[in-house]
């Protein structure tokens, strides 16, 4: 292939002017560039490219990993569209299935999400991509993200899942980041420096020390903690003579070693360079390497001794040698003489021959070898143990020994006892579990195993371990017996009382009986033990008589004991008023033979009564009566009056229309009245033209009298008027007055009543004729009351009796209505009482009271489920029985017995041969005892029992002396004798020599050796005095109001009334120290009388009566009210709620019903016409006529008494009066206008209405007769109205009379209501035919009163502290049945209290530490000491304390702030002259949260605390450890704030500090970058006379003087303040201007010629602005001329003359008067 030709000409030119190897070079160059744009020209570019979806769901047939899954894969462009499969390369097609694993549900089962741990919290802003800048002050924290890790793994091994998606099938993925906060870094905190310490030296240069503790470690990367102690050098002055540089100091014992073998001893061992004082043993095992038990301790060989010093030591040894052969002669001398006594001894056991005596001592042997504590547990073994004595130097090396010349070296060994370890058995075999019974959801047990202790812990070995281990544990499965259930039951329920629900405040209803509705009733609750067998025997009602037992075994909570229930109340009797009476009538129509008849009436049943009508009054009355009919003519109506002879006018006959009717006024068949006569035509006439014309009679009245008698006779009346007067010639004239009314006879009958009187009811007797079925056998439901189990009868008594007059012969009365005087009855079965059977006796105290003398009681009780009734069978009397307690004769309990002391073992005299004033045989050593475990009763008991139960184990070792044969020695003190009084006689104490000092002269030096001690008695003086506050008002022990038998009254306990308050009485000695009370002759109380006041319940009077319904017609309201008597106190029932406007008033309102019909208006006939202008030819012409209206009360006999006119409807009253045209003769006379017609409905102004009248006299020749019809439009609300129902709102609930709650019924109204608004008869809307589809009457409930009901008091607790002052005694009682409606609020004092008797606090207390002490050297190791006191206290914790008697402490355990072991002596390290050590700890600090502004951040509290270094020599602060502080979790933390503190300017500077927030100054904490500056500086200096540096950097001048300032701005000069000085514009000086606010006052010599004192007043400010205050002044100023300018105005116009007021306006308006039931009023 050619290469193209501009290349081939690019060569040619590059030939000519490059090198050959050159051009070489270019050319393959060239070459190799030409190829790859070939080959990239070549290469089509990819647009194709293979896209796949998402895989599918696993499918397969069976569960696990052969499943498979597929994904769709297709083609497509770069562009996103799809394209063949051929576009893309086919040997990088995805693939598009896979084997995947199959999950099914039991797979849940088998794997689960693992979840990790959250990774270290990691700021957000390290994970983000952008550079996000942290804030530069951390408030709160900075935000971050953590991180875990999640997998799918299987739940049996944890090994991972093949898919992930196995988990997630079942739950989605639990999240793998959360946000976290990254607290803001807390730097330490610590104290302020205490102040500095005495100097080290007390000549040269030494060294102060002040150190500060740790209060807050540093937290989150916070600053380290400061140096804790700072230096300072201090010389006090010069030394006199050569400065002590070397210090004798002791190492710490070393460990406890037992002696070697005699032949192990060798010469003493020397190190190079240093003395150390060692014995020989330590010596020899040193150099010969075998006794390793010696101390470790490597020394210095000792430089050669001086001539000197060897003769003295040489004397020293010839010394020692001459009282080690005393010793040993010594020795012999005893060994000989306990040689004597062995003899001795076995001589005289060879002499015993006695059998009886051989066998008591082989049974003492025995039971002392038994009962010798020398065993395992005690198996003590005492060795010594030895320290090393070194002579330092201040510089902190060690020196010669010599260098630290000393009489004495200290002691270099010690008696001890070989440490053991603790050793307990192996564990027992888990104990049966404490539960061996199933129980669905129940507690579970518990099993325990335990171990023994083998070898108790010697010296100082290891504490033992737990000796006894818990579990919880469970029975074996369910086929376990089931656990023994417990349920409550109860005896049946009390009889309803509604008595315990009035006021026992009113006795005015406590003796009402008969009384209904709500009440309440009770029962009593016991446990028994369920039934299983039966589980419906256990239900609550349920009255199988099961054993009760303790209530505490049941659970679940008791049912309540009180219940509210309801007696029904008896309805009264209602019946409706007396009807009409009915014609005469035979008393039976079918036997008409008898003459007699009866006329009767009657009355209805309103409203059903209780127990059946029985109780009703008579519903029928009679009076005898003559000629007797069953059937007779009613006359129905008259047909119109037709002239006879067919004429137009004149006389002629009306037609009666009859119907036939019974006695009862029914119409019956026509055929029935053939015997009765037939009412005859009635004669009447037609007017002619000129005839008079008079109106038709009026209906007859209503008879006067009900019946006739001697006195009284019944009449009925009717009347007429005229209407038109005739003409004077052949007309007919007028009748006269007397003949337009007519009177007749009614109701002649005699006053005769009589009727059937019904007595009531007897009792329910067994009748004879049914067989009884009234036996024990038959009682089917002994628990229902109610049952019956026979059929009997009643009879009551009937006779007839004559109204007003008594009983008279039955014949007067109708058989025919004659009640019955038998009815059948249902016997009531017979009920037995039933009680339980006697509960287990109850448990007697297991706490045994030893030399207590009352014995101890145990009870058992029997319950009453069931009273008798209906003559069963009694309830036994005896319910309860009691015996005493068997009392165990010994208490149970464990104690320590402590045996004798071994005898005392001193350090081997190998050891201890070397020290000057050592003897073999005497010296200080340690001796052990053995500790056994007892019962009470003094048997043998385990060592765990006295482990757990008794107090602290007494000591096993303790130091000893054995006394040199020189040594005197004395019993310990006795204790002091008694006092038999104070301030009379002395108290001793003894002692007495023991063993050979009794013969020693030296001992018998009673100045030396003290045998007696004397003491003067105390004279101790006593005063009491009280303490705290009053108690509670207690009422005496058994207060109970007396109440109805069998019946548990509620609130029976006494609640008020007198009772007693407590005080307590303290009695202090004359150094005001706690006493017992009984020292000042005081039983411990002050005793006070106390009033709990009663509570007094709301006391309103009697409901009035109702009033008279509001409305006439329609629905209204009427109201009853009651008036308050009295308010409630003290916690009474309270009042219902009052009338908002008269508070002392409660009312009633419920909706009435009002008959429209009830009240109508009578109109009286028309009165003559009374022409006005008189036509006295024709008597006609206009005329009046008028008539009495009156409102009469509408009875069902007509209208009857009349009433006042307001209750009738004064729309509807007629007129009383009218002007009409008196026809002349011959005018037509037409009737008067009948009732308008009705309008059609809905109204419409379209349709209309007519009433019409009829011609009664038609009218002469030529005239004619006027319209007798009238119409008018219909017009809605003025002559056309529409009708609706309106259903009033509910009643309050209505009780009977005799009810104080319960079940009432509340009733509602429908009312009809015409479109104008106004209530109408019921008719209207009845004749509607409207829809009612209202419930008028429903049942309602008034909750009962019921009072709170408290349970007793509780017994009184124990003392809440067994001694000191606080002390109290509480007692609680609880809430069995909570107030219900306006029953009484239960009393808020639910808990007593009564102050304990004040008893002294004793306690043991430790004293301070001593100084640390190294016995015989000035430094290194040694011990601190401290004692234990008896102090006495209040136990306010408030004081010390103060120091008694020991012995007063005697009874008390000795502990020490709770701790048992009591700690006298400790090792201590004294530092030597010129250590640098660390302090001892310091105490825990409080806990600190970690908060901002107050609320914690979540991340727990801490505490600290810190060691500080100690130096006292400059020259060593080099060699100082470092100082250590330490930090630990707490809880309950507070949150501390810390803020920057500053002080006032001083000059330029000023105190700036950080302080907590609980006023504590510290060091850290505050933020650095909030610091306040402390120092302030002015630039150019304030050098003016009079200047000084403010602290906005400028200079000021002091006060008094003002600011002169240059025209730059700095100061020039400070001059006194003027009185008042405003620069004008022409001014040429310098301004003059302040910088801050001047005292008002200035001393007299400041401005000469000026006295006293002068305000200075300096408008403007330090920038030359006018200050606040001008405009303030000026303000005021242009208010002070407004007002000025106002007054002036108001006092220059001329007054108004004044009005003269109205008298009306004058009168008083009467004052209302309401009274609230207080007793002021």
């Known amino acids: 292939m050619g290469l193209p030709g501009g290349v081939k000409g690019m060569l040619g030119v590059w030939r000519e002017l490059l090198p050959s190897h050159w051009r070489l070079v270019l050319i393959l160059f060239w070459i190799s560039g030409a190829t790859e744009a070939q080959t990239a020209a070549d290469t089509k570019p990819t647009v194709y490219v293979w896209q796949t979806g998402p895989w599918g769901r696993c499918m397969g047939s069976e569960c696990g990993p052969g499943g498979s899954q597929s994904r ?374 518990e099993r325990t195993r335990t171990r023994r202790v083998q070898q108790f812990p010697v010296g100082e070995g290891e504490e033992c371990p737990e000796l006894e281990e818990k579990e919880p544990c469970t029975p074996q499965g369910e086929g376990g017996p089931p656990c023994i259930a417990y349920n409550w039951k109860t005896t049946e329920w009390t009889e309803c009382r509604v008595d315990m629900l009035l006021s026992q405040q009113d006795r005015r209803r406590g003796n009402l009986t008969g009384l209904c509705g709500g009440g309440v009733q009770n029962h009593e609750v016991y446990c028994v033990q369920a039934n299983s067998a039966d589980p419906a025997s256990s239900s609550l009602n349920s009255k199988e008589a099961s054993r009760p037992v303790d209530g505490d075994l049941c659970l679940s909570p008791p049912p309540n004991t009180t219940q509210p229930c309801h007696i029904p109340c008896p309805v009264e009797c209602d019946v409706s008023s007396w009807g009409a009476w009915g014609p005469c009538t035979f008393e039976n129509c079918l036997d008409t033979a008898a003459k007699k008849g009866f006329k009767l009436r009657k009355r209805r049943i309103v409203n059903e009564p209780t127990g059946g009508t029985g109780s009703c009054p008579h519903l029928v009355e009679a009076i005898p009566c003559d000629e007797p009919s069953c059937y007779d003519w009613l006359l129905v109506k008259l047909d119109e009056c037709i002239p006879d002879n067919e004429r137009e006018c004149g006389p002629g006959t009306q037609i009666p229309q009859v119907q036939c009717v019974n006695g009862d006024g029914e119409y019956v068949d026509r055929q029935l009245c053939r015997d009765a006569i037939l009412p005859m035509p009635v004669i009447c006439e037609v007017p002619c033209p000129k005839d008079c014309v008079l109106s038709p009679w009026t209906t007859w009245s209503l008879c006067s009298h009900t019946c006739s008698g001697k006195n009284t006779e019944g009449r009925q009346m009717r009347a007429r008027s005229v209407l038109a007067y005739s003409a004077g010639e052949g007309g007919v004239q007028c009748p006269n007055s007397s003949a337009l009314q007519e009177v007749r006879s009614c109701n002649d009958h005699p006053c005769t009543v009589y009727h059937w009187q019904t007595g009531p009811w007897g009792q329910c007797i067994e009748d004879t004729s049914v067989p009884s079925a009234n036996s024990t056998g038959a009682r089917a439901g002994v628990g229902g009351g109610d049952s019956s189990c026979s059929v009997g009868m009643q009879t009551r008594k009937v006779i007839c009796v004559r109204v007003n007059v008594g009983q008279v012969p039955p014949k007067k009365c109708p058989e025919s209505i004659r009640p019955e005087t038998v009815r059948p009855c249902l016997l009531p079965c017979k009920r037995d009482c039933s009680v339980t059977p006697y509960s287990d006796w109850s448990a007697c105290p297991a706490i045994c009271k030893a030399g207590g003398n009352t014995k101890m009681k145990q009870n058992r009780k029997r319950i009453i489920i069931q009273l008798p009734a209906n003559g069963g069978q009694d309830c036994p009397e005896v319910l309860a029985q009691e015996r005493d307690c068997e009392v165990p004769s010994v208490c149970l309990g464990y104690r320590w017995k402590t045996h004798k002391w071994r005898r005392c073992q001193l350090v081997p005299w190998s050891v201890r041969q070397d020290s000057p004033g050592a003897v073999e045989t005497c010296g200080p050593g340690l001796q052990a005892r053995a500790v056994s475990c007892r019962k009470q009763d003094g048997g043998q008991a385990d060592m765990g029992a006295c482990l757990k139960f008794a107090s602290s184990m007494p000591s096993l070792t303790q130091p000893c002396q054995l006394p040199c044969q020189d040594d005197c020695q004395l019993t310990t003190w006795s204790k002091f004798s008694s006092c038999t009084q104070d301030c009379v006689g002395v108290k001793t104490r003894k002692r007495i020599l023991v063993g050979k000092s009794k013969k020693q002269d030296q001992c018998k030096n009673t100045q030396v050796y003290p045998l007696s001690e004397i003491q003067y008695c105390p004279c101790n003086k006593y005063n009491a005095q009280p303490m705290g506050n009053w108690s509670d008002c207690i009422l005496p022990e058994g207060g109970r109001v007396e109440g109805q038998p069998g019946m548990k009254i509620q609130g029976d306990i006494k609640e008020c009334g007198q009772g ?216 809605l609300n003025s002559n056309c109205y529409h009708y609706s129902y309106n259903i009033t709102d509910w009643s309050t609930c209505q009780l009977s009379e005799r009810a104080v709650c319960g079940s009432g019924m509340k009733t509602r109204m429908l009312d009809c209501v015409r479109s104008d608004g106004k209530s109408v008869d019921l008719q209207f809307c009845e004749e509607l035919g409207l829809d009612r589809k209202w419930q008028m009457n429903a049942s309602c409930v008034v909750e009962c009163p019921i009072n709170c009901q408290l349970s007793d008091w509780s017994p009184w607790s124990e003392c809440t502290q067994t001694c000191g002052l606080a002390g109290k005694l509480w007692r609680r009682r609880t809430v069995l049945q909570v107030p219900q409606g306006d029953g009484r609020s239960c009393p808020p004092q639910r808990e007593q209290w009564k102050p304990c008797p004040v008893r002294p606090c004793y306690q043991w207390r430790y004293s301070s530490w001593s100084e640390c002490k190294s016995e015989g050297a000035r430094c290194g190791e040694g011990l601190r000491f401290r004692n234990v006191s008896c102090f006495v206290s209040d136990g306010s914790g408030q004081g010390e304390g103060s120091l008694v008697d020991d012995e007063l402490c005697g009874n008390l355990e000795p502990s020490v702030d709770g701790d048992k072991q009591i700690t006298l002596e400790e090792p201590c390290t004294s530092p030597c002259p010129g250590d640098c050590y660390l302090t001892d700890w310091t105490l825990w600090s409080p806990c600190q949260l970690s908060c901002v502004s107050g609320d914690d951040l979540g991340f727990g509290s801490v505490q600290v605390r810190s060691r500080a270094v100690l130096a006292q020599e400059p020259e060593n602060l080099l060699q100082c450890p470092e100082q250590e502080w330490e930090a630990r979790p707490c809880t309950e933390g507070q949150c501390y704030e810390y803020k920057w503190m500053t002080g006032v300017w001083r000059s330029s500077s000023r105190l700036v500090w950080c302080q907590r927030s609980d006023g504590l100054n510290v060091t850290g904490g505050c933020p650095m970058t909030a610091q306040p500056l402390a120092d302030r500086s002015c630039d150019p200096a304030c050098n003016k006379p009079r200047s000084f540096c403010t602290e906005a950097g400028v200079c000021g001048c002091d006060e008094g003087y003002t600011e002169v300032m240059t025209s730059d701005g700095l100061l020039d000069q400070c001059t006194v303040i003027p009185v008042l000085e405003i620069p004008t514009a022409g001014d040429n000086r310098a301004d003059v201007k302040t910088i801050r606010a001047v005292s008002p006052t ?80």
Not at 232 to 247: H, I, K, M, R
Not at 1662 to 1667: A, E, R, V
Not at 1677 to 1698: D, G, Q, R, Y
Request: with cysteine; aromatic share 8%.
């Open 72 to 445: 769709a894969v297709w083609c497509a462009h770069s562009e996103g569209w799809t394209t063949l499969h051929t576009n893309c390369d086919q040997a990088e097609r995805p693939e598009n299935q896979q084997s995947c694993f199959h999950v099914c549900d039991w797979h849940k089962d088998l794997y689960d999400w693992q979840l990790g741990a959250w990774n270290q919290c990691v700021p957000v802003s390290m994970r983000s991509t952008g550079a996000l800048q942290r804030p530069a002050v951390c408030t709160r924290g900075e935000e971050g993200i953590q991180t875990r890790e999640v997998g799918c793994v299987q739940k049996a091994d944890g090994v991972p899942a093949e898919d992930a998606a196995i988990c997630e099938y079942f739950e989605p993925k639990p999240r793998l980041e959360q946000a976290c906060l990254i607290p803001c870094p807390r730097d330490c905190v610590v104290s302020q420096f205490t102040p500095w310490t005495s100097c080290s030296k007390t000549c040269g240069m030494g060294l102060q020390n002040r150190v500060r503790f740790v209060l807050a470690p540093p937290l989150f990367g916070g600053s380290a903690c400061p140096n804790l102690t700072e230096f300072q050098t201090c010389q006090p002055g010069p030394c006199v003579g050569p400065e002590s540089l070397y210090s004798l100091r002791v190492g710490s014992w070393g460990p406890c070693s037992v002696p070697l073998p005699r032949t192990a001893r060798q010469a003493p061992t020397f190190t190079h360079g240093k003395d150390v004082a060692l014995p020989r043993r330590l010596r020899k095992s040193r150099e010969g390497k075998e006794g390793k038990e010696g101390s470790e301790v490597s020394t210095p060989r000792q430089p050669r001794l001086s001539k000197e010093e060897r003769m003295k030591r040489k004397e020293e040894r010839k010394e020692g040698r001459k009282g080690r052969q005393a010793a040993k002669e010594g020795r012999r001398k005893n060994k000989e003489r306990v040689k004597e006594r062995v003899r001795e001894r076995v001589r005289a056991k060879g002499r015993v021959k006695d059998p009886e005596t051989k066998e008591l001592i082989k049974n003492k042997r025995n039971r002392n070898r038994q009962n010798r504590q020398g065993g395992k547990f005690w198996d003590l073994q005492v060795g010594y143990q030895t320290r090393e004595v070194t002579c330092v130097h201040r510089s902190g090396n060690t020196e010669a020994l010599s260098l630290c010349s000393r009489e004495s070296l200290p002691v270099t060994y010690q008696a001890c006892v070989l440490a053991k370890n603790c050793e307990v058995s192996d564990w027992t075999d888990w104990s049966p579990c404490s539960k061996d019974c199933y129980e669905l959801n129940g507690p579970t047990g």
């Open 1060 to 1275: 007693y308050r407590y005080q307590a009485m303290v009695c202090y000695d004359q150094d005001n120290r706690l006493v017992e009370t009984s020292r000042c002759n005081s039983h411990g109380y002050i005793e006070e009388a106390c009033i709990i006041p009663c509570p007094s319940d709301c006391k309103l009077s009697e409901w009035s009566n109702w009033s008279r319904c509001s409305k006439s017609c329609g629905s209204g309201v009427k109201v009853r009210s009651k008036w308050l008597r009295e308010k409630p106190y003290n916690g009474g029932r309270p009042c219902p709620k009052l009338d908002h406007v008269n508070q002392a008033q409660v009312y009633e309102v419920v909706p009435c019903l009002s008959d429209c019909g009830q009240y109508v208006w009578v109109a009286e006939p028309w009165s003559v016409w009374k022409v006005s202008n008189v036509d006295l030819k024709e008597n006609c012409g206009e005329g009046v006529q008028t008539r009495k209206v009156r409102c009469m009360q509408n009875t069902i006999n007509g209208p009857s008494d009349p009433v006042e006119d307001y209750l009738c409807d004064p729309e509807e009253m007629p007129l009383g009066a009218r002007d009409r045209q008196l026809p002349c003769p011959e005018d037509c006379v037409l009737s008067d206008w009948g009732a308008w017609s009705s309008c059609s409905l809905p109204c419409n102004k379209l349709s209309t209405r007519d009433r019409t009248a009829y011609p009664v006299r038609q009218p002469g020749e030529g005239k004619l007769c006027p319209n007798t019809t009238e119409t008018e439009p219909c017009s």
């Open 1642 to 1721: 200035q001393p007299s010599n400041s401005l000469p010629g000026r006295a006293g004192r002068t305000w200075f007043l300096q408008p403007f400010g330090p920038d030359g602005k006018l200050k606040t205050w001008v405009y303030g002044v000026a303000a005021g100023a242009f208010v002070l001329l407004v007002f000025i300018v106002s007054m002036t105005f108001l006092a220059c116009k001329k007054p108004k003359k004044p009005q003269r007021r109205q008298m009306y306006n004058n009168r008083l308006k009467p004052l209302t008067l309401a009274y609230d039931g207080d007793a002021d009023m």
